[in-house]
């Protein structure tokens, strides 16, 4: 009950101020404490997720150096523009420790999600990070996602008249993005630095439209 009480309470915040990241990171930790990762079938019996809890925990290694002096267009460069242009540190999202199954599954999210970013050209205010919450759940079905996505919307509809058409607009956007895309969890992404980011796209049939593409 008690952590009931501080998700709800976290949960609020949130709809009043969708830019805190600590409140996301917060609401993550309740809702793992309540077991309600644990108990999605979504966690397990996917070779995409197993090959990610299967092995140690780790997050995305790359030298931001080595990425930054790559070609323009390539993925390395776009992502450390990217990182660049908004100011981000990857380490800043390695919030979860642990090496239980759930934990190595989070740290692996935590770890790719500026690259997520990149590849599917949502941008890092709230329409963006709910568009791409949105691809998380269509590709995840994850209970967080339907979390910072109700929050968001409870947000629009109480605290940011006016806002709903954007809004609503990266939400569908980002999943049926995820929905036609092949699963960006537990992909070896060092074997994609050199490649052009369009190729990468194209492979992993993501589709990005031109109101959202602005990480390339």
């Known amino acids: 009950m008690l952590n009931l009480l501080r998700f709800l309470r976290t949960y609020v915040a949130l709809v009043r101020d969708p830019n805190q990241l600590q409140r996301v990171f917060a609401l993550g930790e309740r809702l793992a404490r309540g077991d309600l990762f644990v108990r999605m079938p979504w966690l397990r019996g996917r070779p995409e997720i197993e090959a990610v809890v299967s092995r140690p925990a780790r997050h995305l290694a790359f030298d931001r150096a080595r990425l930054g002096a790559m070609p323009l267009g390539t993925l390395g460069r776009a992502f ?4 660049d242009r908004h100011g981000l540190d990857p380490g800043e999202l390695a919030h979860s420790t642990g090496d239980s199954t759930l934990d190595r599954f989070r740290i692996h999210l935590q770890g790719t999600h500026d690259l997520w970013h990149v590849l599917t050209g949502f941008d890092t205010d709230v329409d963006g990070e709910l568009g791409l919450q949105a691809f998380y759940f269509a590709q995840l079905q994850a209970p967080l996602t339907l979390t910072l ?12 008249e006016g806002s709903g058409a954007e809004r609503m607009e990266q939400m569908v956007q980002g999943y ?3 929905r036609r895309a092949a699963p960006l ?3 070896d992404w060092s074997a994609h630095w050199e490649r052009p980011l369009s190729e990468v796209r194209d492979e992993l049939r993501l589709d990005v ?3 959202v593409l602005v990480a390339a």
């Open 185 to 187: 969890t537990g992909v």
């Open 80 to 83: 450390v523009d990217f990182l």
């Open 209 to 211: 439209g031109p109101s």
């Open 149 to 160: 996505m109700s929050a968001g919307l409870l947000n629009m509809a109480l605290m940011e």
């Open 176 to 178: 049926l993005m995820g």
